[in-house]
């Protein structure tokens, strides 16, 4: 079953049209890898999907289990299950994680009408994640992202897709800043948390991301929309021949 | 407000019986004529039965600040006060009682809701009348002196305080009971000359609290105040004076909440604390007043003399403040570290939305040896307010090894506020040390859209990150302050983005 599909969307931002009218269909249980040269539109897409203000959608439509998205302020889009994992996780001084973390969760649950976890219950929860993640409680303890490492602000965000069950992740450039190590931990997290009910989005400049999360189907972006899908073998095409075979289109 | 059920409840009762006690002339004529002259100074000394030497310390202060002009150098911007258009004396009227909470204003219901006051306190906040209600021993105890309107109606567990020593009364009550205390150390921190507000202050306060710690004692308890403004036209003029003795520690809470309405209100309280030696004094303040509408109209003026003397060798005087309300805020906890060895604190958070003004700050006067203090300041601008850090750290020629660290942070929502730090620093000796830090940032639609992602709502999402931002100087709150504190922060800033 079809559960996002973007169908020709048109974005501008600031009186410039970033996406023609990009066509994009996701079902549950696959894995997608958006992959495109800078500029191309990728994060973009994140980003309208995930409904951060700045972007005017001019045309088009884009469907979340059948219901308009873009009806729908951000937030109530993170209690349907979307979730956008960050390229650039923001720091927030003085809000411990773990507080943050029972927030966010709390805010999601009482948002979809459904009982918010007490402190006990949250604890349990936040520690089993934590652990098959291999993140130290005391990481829990500081505030959100700050003084994090590359690799830390990654499993952050790893951990909540795990605490937070979205049925679709996107997630934006995740291998940037991270050395192949840390790259090894965050994916395996991802791969962890793969299931039938889920969808992902993995976008990507790279190929090496997709050696780790093994995409279903591959999306070639440029200027504003999908030019070539294919299956897991088109990364490694591109990574042979390069985007610009795309960019005289 | 921290409101506690037995206190609230014990207020209400004491409340009926002491007004029947104290005024039992007409209450409509218990209101001095409008404007200021010797006639009305007289004429309040009169209603609190004062001694002599009381009405002349107030002539006196009213002679000095008909001499006196108007500081202009804060950086607020009001129309001018017409001092004799104010009445400066109100005894409370009698509550009018409702029979149930449904004849209370919704919005101040709601109010009451999302401070997290539970409806039984509200009831007898707002006075309708009590049902037998369960106690909640689980809170702890908390002495209220509340002052509805100028008048200090009701002291409570004032037995429990007797048998610990410590005077806690009505400020009124004190200069007839206590005349040799009061004698003593009014005015020897804030003199009555010291400024045009505490010198008007000092000929007409109404009431207030007096607190007095004998040598050695620990308080047993956190001491309380509410203040309301409930009478329109009526300013505000609190004096409270609270001296540690020797060896001993007291934590003094005070909280406010003004109804709405459209004139503004002037309000010029005094707070002296006298610490002597090994004394602390902890003086937390939450202030959430009236601010105004929506466009600026209405709210409260508060100009407001606050400072403490570390008298003794080794004292302490710390001062923390969330400050939310008001129209206009002019106000400067300081601390005089006159013993050796003493110290002073101030931690502050003062929050400004629509209209608001606000200049506040301190004063960290080091004149003995090996005086140490610490300024932690936040300021969160948001709508189209002004907030204005101002600050002194002086060390004098003596004062050899004063230390002090400041850290001043401002965090501005919006575009159309402003943040601005005026610290001035003077050191007259060579070995005193004194540091000082200062960051002013926006708060980031990439912070905000990050906490929205996860499913906070918009307003979730600024208390969030205005929660964290303050969060040094709320552990500095007691308990129940802090957590009171947290919510009137987030609700202080309702609104205040997109």
């Known amino acids: 079953m079809a559960l996002l599909e973007v169908k020709d969307l048109k974005v501008r931002v600031e009186e410039r049209e970033i996406l023609h009218g990009l066509t994009l269909t996701v079902n549950e249980g696959e894995v997608h890898a958006i992959m495109g040269p800078n500029g191309s539109g990728k994060s973009t897409l994140s980003h309208v999907i995930a409904g951060k203000p700045g972007y005017e959608v001019t045309d088009g439509q884009i469907l979340f289990k059948g219901e308009d998205l873009l009806e729908m302020e951000p937030d109530e889009r993170a209690a349907k299950g979307v979730f956008l994992a960050f390229q650039y996780p923001v720091e927030i001084p003085g809000v411990a994680t773990m507080n943050f973390l029972r927030t966010a969760l709390n805010a999601q649950r009482k948002a979809r009408g459904e009982s918010e976890y007490s402190t006990p219950d949250f604890l349990k929860k936040v520690r089993e994640v934590s652990k098959s993640l291999n993140i130290p409680q005391d990481m829990l303890k500081r505030g959100v992202n700050v003084g994090f490492s590359g690799g830390e602000k990654k499993r952050n965000e790893v951990l909540q897709m795990a605490l937070f069950e979205p049925s679709l992740c996107i997630l934006d450039e995740m291998d940037s800043g991270l050395d192949i190590d840390a790259l090894r931990i965050a994916a395996d997290g991802v791969n962890a948390l793969r299931s039938p009910k889920r969808a992902m989005v993995v976008i990507t400049h790279y190929q090496r991301l997709l050696n780790y999360i093994v995409p279903d189907v591959v999306h070639v972006m440029s200027r504003g929309r999908v030019v070539k899908s294919g299956g897991k073998e088109l990364a490694l095409e591109l990574e042979a021949s390069g985007y610009a075979q795309f960019e005289a289109a | ?498």
């Open chain 2, 1 to 498: 407000m921290p409101a506690v059920q037995e206190t609230v409840e014990r207020v209400k009762r004491i409340d009926v019986d002491q007004y029947r006690y104290g005024f039992e002339t007409l209450i409509e004529s218990d209101k001095a004529p409008k404007g200021l002259s010797e006639e009305t100074v007289k004429f309040i000394s009169e209603k609190k039965n004062e001694p002599a030497w009381m009405l002349q310390w107030r002539l006196e202060a009213y002679r000095r600040w008909l001499t006196m002009t108007e500081p202009t150098w804060a950086r607020v911007d009001y129309p001018k006060i017409d001092f004799q258009d104010l009445y400066y004396y109100a005894a409370p009227k009698p509550k009018k009682t409702v029979s149930s909470l449904d004849e209370i204003d919704p919005e101040i219901l709601k109010t009451y809701e999302k401070l997290g006051i539970p409806l039984r306190e509200v009831a007898m906040l707002e006075g309708v009348e009590p049902k037998v209600g369960e106690e909640d021993p689980a809170r702890r105890k908390i002495a209220v002196d509340a002052v509805f309107d100028s008048v200090s109606v009701a002291t409570t567990f004032k037995a429990e305080l007797k048998k610990a020593g410590v005077i806690f009364m009505p400020i009124s009550e004190a200069i007839r009971e206590h005349p040799e205390l009061v004698q003593k150390y009014l005015g020897s921190v804030v003199p009555t000359s010291d400024n045009f507000y505490a010198t008007l202050n000092s000929a007409v306060f109404s009431d207030g609290s007096f607190v007095y710690v004998p040598p050695g004692v620990r308080c047993p308890m956190e001491l309380s105040t509410y203040f309301r403004i409930n009478e329109r036209n009526t300013g505000q003029f609190e004096r409270t004076l609270i001296i540690a003795d020797k060896g001993s520690y007291v934590s003094y809470l005070e909280g406010c909440t003004a109804p709405q309405r459209d004139e503004n209100q002037l309000h010029a309280a005094v707070v002296e604390l006298v610490a002597l030696d090994d004394a602390e004094i902890k003086y937390s303040t939450v202030q959430n007043w009236y601010p105004g509408n929506s466009e600026g109209k209405g709210g409260i003026y508060n100009f407001v003399t606050k400072r403490g003397d570390c008298r003794g060798a080794n004292s302490k005087i710390s001062w923390t403040q969330v400050e939310t309300g008001s129209a206009i805020t002019w106000k400067y906890p300081s601390c005089i570290l006159r013993g050796d060895n003493s110290r002073g604190e101030f931690y502050s958070i003062a929050i400004s939305n629509g209209f608001q003004q606000v200049d506040s700050g301190t004063k960290m006067i080091h004149l003995g040896k090996n005086t140490s203090s610490r300024i932690i300041s936040k300021g969160i601008a948001a709508g189209k307010s002004q907030n204005t850090y101002r600050g002194l750290v002086t060390a004098h020629r003596k004062a050899t090894g004063a230390r002090n660290f400041t850290a001043c942070d401002s965090l501005l929502i919006g575009d159309k506020c402003g943040a601005h730090t005026v610290p001035y620093i003077e050191a007259k000796n060579s070995s005193a040390t004194f540091e000082h830090e200062a960051t002013t940032s926006k708060i980031s639609e990439d912070v905000l859209f990050y906490c929205i992602q996860r499913g906070l709502s918009q307003e979730e999402a600024v208390g969030l990150v205005v929660n964290g931002f303050v969060k040094d100087v709320l552990q500095q709150l007691p308990m129940e302050f802090a957590v009171e504190a947290q919510k009137l922060i987030s609700i202080s800033l309702e609104g205040s983005v997109g």
